[in-house]
């Protein structure tokens, strides 16, 4: 499979990261391909990364570094909120986030709300170990719809965390979550306290490929809520740095630090194999120069989305139409 932004040549993949940069795999074992009806999905071993996921050619996880990712997005959220009972995760299909979130004894009911039924078929297949039977929890709904649907019909009691945990912004199914009209409705079904965390694509090279990119996502968040902490981490199988927003419209989120990351670790009994006060304090303290970046980017848009999809969708039509493959 051949297009403008991955390779896969049998067990070779190979990501542009950057006009000029790939990010290549070549893996020892092919586990699973599959073609769904929204994305490809594989699973291959690899002797150093262990496990990876890959959805449309870009790696999603390893089972190496996984947890890095997964406590970083999910525990600051879940430590600024004082009691998080009620959680959505929007995407996590492979249960990382999901097992994460069910540490806390508070939580009273996750709804994981994943489009693709297969994904999580597939995870729960060959990736058991991220999940770890979290999806057998009764404290757990699967719901596989759109995540915007989802949200946009919920008429239940507010949400105390939204965790959105999704693919790159390079369909409306995803981009569409990153606009300015759906930070709002999400912010409309949280809680008082209620708190959001993002996964913001990566600092350094979301620019490059994306034009809804990790500077106007935060940027659209910021419109949106009241307090805003930005944080960036290197996840090695990613082959980059990411970025991971937390929003809340309740003064919780801007009380946290790392004394009270550590307190509440212990107080609520989380055990964290990588995420630490030390961690959050490091990851959250962010070059000057991102925050510039930050402050020139605008808000996206439903109606920039819309039109970058398009765009982009035209472009592959006219790269399958050159190549004769169909991507």
Same mark, same amino acid.
């Given at each position: ?193 209620? %708190?959001?965390? @993002?996964?913001? !694509?990566?600092?350094?090279? +979301? $620019? ?9 996502? #935060? ?66 303290? %962010?070059?000057? @120069?991102?925050? !510039?970046?930050?402050?020139? +980017? $605008? ?9 970058? #999809? ?18």
């Amino acid at each position: 499979m051949l297009t403008q932004d991955f390779l896969i040549l049998g067990r070779i993949s190979i990501e542009q990261l950057a006009p000029n940069y790939i990010h290549a795999y070549s893996f020892t074992k092919t586990l699973c391909v599959e073609r769904t009806e929204y994305q490809l999905v594989e699973v291959y071993e690899h002797p150093a990364f262990g496990k990876v996921l890959i959805l449309d050619g870009k790696p999603q996880l390893s089972t190496l570094d996984e947890h890095i990712y997964h406590e970083i997005l999910t525990h600051p959220a879940m430590l600024a909120h004082p009691n998080p009972r009620r959680i959505a995760i929007l995407g996590g299909g492979d249960g990382g986030v999901l097992r994460e979130v069910l540490k806390y004894n508070s939580v009273v009911e996750v709804y994981l709300v994943d489009i693709d039924k297969m994904v999580v078929d597939i995870c729960r297949r060959y990736l058991d170990e991220i999940s770890r039977g979290t999806f057998n929890d009764p404290r757990v709904k699967l719901v596989y719809m759109d995540a915007y649907r989802f949200i946009e019909d919920w008429s239940g009691e507010p949400f105390d965390v939204i965790i959105m945990d999704l693919t790159d912004p390079v369909s409306l199914i995803s981009a569409g979550l990153y606009t300015y009209e759906s930070f709002k409705m999400i912010s409309s079904k949280l809680s008082k306290d209620g %708190i959001l965390s @993002v996964q913001s !694509e990566s600092p350094t090279f +979301s $620019k490059y490929i994306f034009q809804v990119h990790f500077y106007n996502i #935060v940027a659209t968040i910021k419109s949106v809520f009241k307090y805003v902490i930005v944080a960036r981490e290197y996840i090695p199988c990613f082959g980059s740095d990411w970025g991971f927003t937390y929003a809340s419209n309740g003064g919780y989120l801007a009380g946290l630090n790392d004394e009270i990351i550590d307190l509440e670790l212990k107080r609520r009994n989380i055990t964290t194999r990588y995420f630490t006060g030390r961690v959050f304090e490091a990851i959250t303290r %962010i070059p000057e @120069v991102l925050d !510039e970046e930050i402050a020139k +980017s $605008k808000p996206v848009y439903r109606r920039d989305a819309e039109r970058y #999809v398009e765009e982009r969708g035209r472009r592959l039509k006219e790269l399958e139409n050159l190549i004769g493959i169909k991507v």
